[in-house]
């Protein structure tokens, strides 16, 4: 048997498990283990600026390819508690990710020592599991645990806290035999999916909501081959986007309070039938009338997650799978119905959805100056094609541009979409770009989110990862304004002032451009909407130079109402500005408008 310390055992397991990239930031008690790191080679370890922003990375990082699993390390004490941020986003929207923290020596951590802090009781509620390892021997199988843990059932995150003398220990470990432990995922029985698909059958007007888990588990062909066997037009979820191409005549658009389309929310409250797979039924998609919702529809829910299953409200009929195991059969019983010519004719269903899908659009193209932002959106369109990869967070922006860009991919949509945290957007575009070097990766962003943690971009300067970042300036926390309308307040949300370097700024405060460069990346603001198209394509011009994140800056009017809900009901969505009339009112819109 070969002796080594534990901590390049935990490094000979990484690699073993397919580890390739990692994130963090160096410190004292996690020394050992980026020492093992080197010595042990196979492993680009990207160094973040802070540790919250290595967690984000990491995320992004898994996001962006199937089987990848992101890892970010820190020291102990902060490290650890700044990337709890990053494994509430993580187990939120279910994505693997290795958090690895330092920690004082075992002897020490319970004597209030420099920096020990209990960080796996602090992590518990937001991983699958968070684990001190107090023994070194020990230290490879709980890594193996980990992995298998992360890619099992519903994926998610893990922490391994070492001590920093559990790491230097030397154990008996050989690499070379070491094996993955087997990945469990559920899966549907045939017995089951007949059962689904005779609700299908017996619907008028059904339709599939596509979740995340469809991504998750690679199964996005195989939810178009089913919805095209069956005529099923398809309602992808936030975290769902690019399950189906926007432009394919089954996608029905998206339903919701806020990230959706107006066509999306009217064919949903026509349909008299959903087939949920891989979603949360999260608010934001079904509002919080849940009568409205469910009104005059049966509902089947298919989710990897055993306890998901009922959990928002009671569907008619629940299976427990992984989304490809499920869509697997669904194919394979919807291939033999269509020989036996029993798949009903959905030709009227889904001619209503695309007459809904023509004439139900929001108007994008505005000549305002200051800018609107549906006019970015609208630009954005036209210079980045759909092999663009889309990384944004939250805010007026995120929700706006959900309603107005267009996916055509699985994880080509990258978004936090239930923790929301500002200041995630640098770091995982940096992550995504990290994981797929050649992408045309586009970051969006408003101000504030902008600013969080745009320390990161000098990882991008620093190591060479280029990206677009599209940032709309209002000098406003732009979604909490509006969400103060109904109380009456504009109350602690104005960002703007007067800026003594940059007076030319006017009451936008904040120099961008300036803050940028200094970072070592490349800038350009915009003030005009003619001069969007020339900078997005200059921007990717720049970055493919100097392959540094490139931030094109677009200085919009300081209030937009972004359509929504007020009544957090999806029958009754708020379209504060002027809707398209005709064709040239939304030029990028997947349809041409009817009138």
Not at 211 to 239: C, K, Q, R, W, Y
Request: hydrophobic share 40%; with cysteine.
């Amino acid at each position: 048997m070969a002796r080594m310390t534990a901590a390049r055992a935990a490094v000979e397991i990484l690699k073993r498990e397919g580890v390739t990239n990692a994130f963090g930031v160096p410190g004292a008690a996690i020394n050992p283990f980026y020492r093992a790191l080197k010595e042990g080679g196979g492993i680009d370890h990207t160094l973040a600026r802070h540790v919250e922003g290595a967690s984000h990375m990491a995320e992004g990082y898994t996001r962006a390819n199937p089987g990848n699993i992101g890892v970010c390390i820190g020291t102990s004490g902060p490290a650890g508690t700044d990337m709890i941020t990053g494994l509430y986003s993580a187990i939120g929207d279910s994505i693997p990710i290795l958090c690895i923290t330092g920690q004082a020596p075992v002897s020490v951590i319970h004597k209030e020592d420099f920096q020990a802090v209990d960080i796996a009781s602090i992590a518990k509620p937001v991983t699958k599991a968070a684990t001190t390892v107090l023994e070194a021997a020990q230290v490879p199988g709980v890594f193996q645990q980990a992995f298998h843990l992360m890619r099992s059932g519903r994926p998610g995150p893990v922490l391994i806290d070492l001590p920093i003398d559990v790491q230097l220990t030397e154990i008996e470990f050989d690499p070379e035999t070491y094996e993955p432990l087997p990945v469990y995922k559920p899966a549907a029985t045939r017995a089951q999916i007949e059962k689904a698909i005779e609700f299908l059958l017996a619907s008028e007007r059904p339709l599939i909501v596509a979740g995340g888990g469809i991504i998750n588990a690679d199964a996005s062909d195989l939810l178009v081959e089913f919805a095209e066997l069956t005529g099923t037009p398809v309602i992808p979820t936030l975290m769902g986007w690019g399950t189906i191409p926007d432009d394919h005549e089954l996608n029905a658009g998206m339903v919701g309070l806020q990230t959706s389309h107006r066509y999306g929310n009217a064919t949903f409250l026509e349909s008299d039938f959903v087939l949920g797979i891989g979603n949360r039924w999260a608010n934001r998609h079904t509002g919080y009338k849940l009568d409205v919702y469910r009104q005059g529809r049966k509902f089947v829910h298919v989710d990897i997650e055993p306890t998901q299953i009922g959990k928002i409200f009671p569907p008619d009929y629940g299976i427990t799978s992984d989304a490809k195991a499920a869509l697997e059969l669904f194919v394979e019983v919807a291939r033999e119905l269509k020989a036996a010519g029993r798949l009903p004719d959905r030709s009227a269903w889904i001619a209503s959805h695309l007459e809904r899908k023509s004439t139900l659009l929001r108007r994008t193209h505005f000549d305002n100056v200051p800018m609107k932002p549906q006019r970015v959106y609208e630009e954005m369109n036209k210079a980045f094609g759909p092999e663009t990869r889309y990384v944004t967070t939250i805010g007026l922006s995120q929700i706006a541009g959900a309603q107005m860009l267009h996916v055509y991919k699985p994880r080509h949509w990258i978004n936090c979409g239930q923790a929301g945290p500002l200041g995630w957007t640098i770091p995982a575009a940096l992550g995504v770009s990290k994981a797929d070097p050649e992408a045309q990766v586009v970051a969006l962003s408003g101000d504030y989110d902008f600013q969080f943690m745009l320390e990161e971009l000098a990882v991008g300067a620093q190591h060479k990862i280029p990206y677009v970042h599209v940032l709309v300036n209002n000098a406003y926390l732009g979604l909490i304004r509006q969400a103060q309308i109904g109380l009456d307040i504009n109350f602690q949300v104005n960002l703007e002032f007067e800026n003594i370097n940059s007076p030319e700024l006017g009451v936008y405060g904040v120099d961008h451009i300036k803050v940028v460069e200094g970072l070592g990346c490349k800038a350009i603001r915009v003030t005009e909407p003619d001069q969007l198209l020339p900078a997005f394509e200059e921007a990717k011009k720049l970055a493919a130079e100097y392959r540094v994140p490139v931030v094109v800056e677009a200085i919009l009017e300081r209030v937009t109402n972004i359509a929504m809900s007020k009544t957090a009901d999806i029958s009754d969505v708020t379209e504060f500005e002027e809707l398209a009339t005709e064709p040239g009112h939304a030029p990028t819109a997947i349809r041409t408008l009817k009138v």
